[in-house]
């Protein structure tokens, strides 16, 4: 499978940004799919995974009340949406697959990153 993540960008503390990730193949809605962070000198965290069916979300909680992730398998897209951002949520975003919706560790696929910025 392959992921196309878009979305990133400039925004001042407070602000809102909606990331997407547009998945290749037919077999998208049996996905779980998950959102990923990196900021500088940082290692890759986990942010949010979505369940195949979308029926059951799960986030770290440091994002957990600011953001939502949701999908829409019509469209083979899944979905960021990042609220009261905060300088600490700059970092380059990357969706993933996951093998296992609730261990981050079963990553099966990365998308290329999109970067978001926070400015204070």
């Known amino acids: 499978v392959q992921l196309q993540a878009s979305g990133g960008g400039l925004v001042q503390a407070g602000g809102s940004l909606r990331l997407s990730c547009a998945a290749s193949g037919r077999t998208f809605s049996s996905y779980n799919m998950g959102w990923f962070r990196q900021a500088p000198g940082k290692e890759r965290v986990f942010v949010a995974a979505?369940?195949?069916?979308?029926?059951?979300?799960r986030y770290a909680d440091f994002v957990k009340g600011r953001f939502a992730i949701s999908r829409d398998n019509a469209k083979n897209t899944v979905y960021l949406q990042m609220n009261s951002l905060k300088p600490e949520d700059t970092a380059i975003y990357y969706c993933a697959v996951l093998k296992w919706y609730d261990s981050p560790m079963s990553v099966d696929s990365w998308g290329q990153g999109t970067q978001v910025t926070v400015s204070s």
């Open positions: 979505i369940r195949w069916d979308g029926r059951s979300t």
